[in-house]
């Protein structure tokens, strides 16, 4: 009998420690990316603005194709490869937190979660840096 209980009491204190961790992990505070790195460049991404998106952008990781897109303010782009100007064109909008989607092509553009500066072309996996 005496051992029923403090078998119960080591196992209610063990639940109510479990359920504290599980609070403490789910609703404690965050590592500020921005806080731990000096890096200026990198900060962490709110929702991004028209303003983040218009400029020149460049794919420095495959230099083979030559790849510059434009955005504008009147969220129109267009697209250098392969040394042809304007071989693509169309429209983009925002349509997440960070992502973009061209028109007429459905392509989805993502921002680097950490650098405004760099985004990923999700269809065929291009990284851009902005110049």
Known sequence: MRMNR??????????????????????????????????????????????????????????????????TKNHKWKENQHGITNIYSGTWKIVGKRTIRLAPYDEKIVFNKHNKKQMNVVNYNHILNKN
Do not use: C, E, M, R
């Not at 599980?22 to 590592?31: A, Q, R, V």
């Not at 983040?52 to 952008?57: F, L, R």
């Open 6 to 71: 403090k078998l119960k009491y080591i196992i209610s204190t063990l639940l109510v420690l479990g359920i504290l961790l599980i609070i403490s992990i789910k609703f404690g505070p965050k590592d500020d990316i921005s806080a731990s790195n000096n890096n200026v460049t990198t900060t962490q991404l709110h929702k991004i603005t028209s303003k983040d998106v218009v400029g020149t952008w460049v794919n420095h990781h495959n230099k083979n194709l030559h790849q510059k897109i434009t955005f």
